[in-house]
């Protein structure tokens, strides 16, 4: 297994786990909805750009698809601002 591969894991996986959705008052995970790999590759490919960058590209480049794909929004706009946060201290310890 190469780094660039183990890297993309483990982020996804760090994204997985503490990444949600939020919908009124519910949560869902990035792991749970499906969109915790698409964004972790999204976020690998512009790691170069630095983490503030980096998560504003990735999150305006993966899109959400509602009612079997009917229609759809990117992730940056069903995220909250603390998550986007969330998601830059992620990406800084592998910007380092």
Do not use: H
Request: charged share 25%; glycine share 6%.
């Amino acid at each position: 297994m190469t780094t660039d591969l183990e890297q993309l894991r483990e982020m996804e996986a760090l994204i997985a786990d503490r990444l949600y959705i939020k919908i009124e008052k519910w949560n869902l995970s990035l792991g749970n909805a499906g969109l915790a790999q698409s964004l972790a590759i999204e976020c690998q490919v512009n790691l170069k750009d630095g983490p503030t960058l980096a998560a504003q590209k990735a999150l305006e480049t993966v899109q959400v698809k509602f009612g079997g794909g009917k229609s759809q929004l990117p992730l940056s706009r069903l995220i909250s601002s603390a998550q986007v946060f969330e998601l830059e201290e992620i990406l800084d310890t592998y910007c380092r």
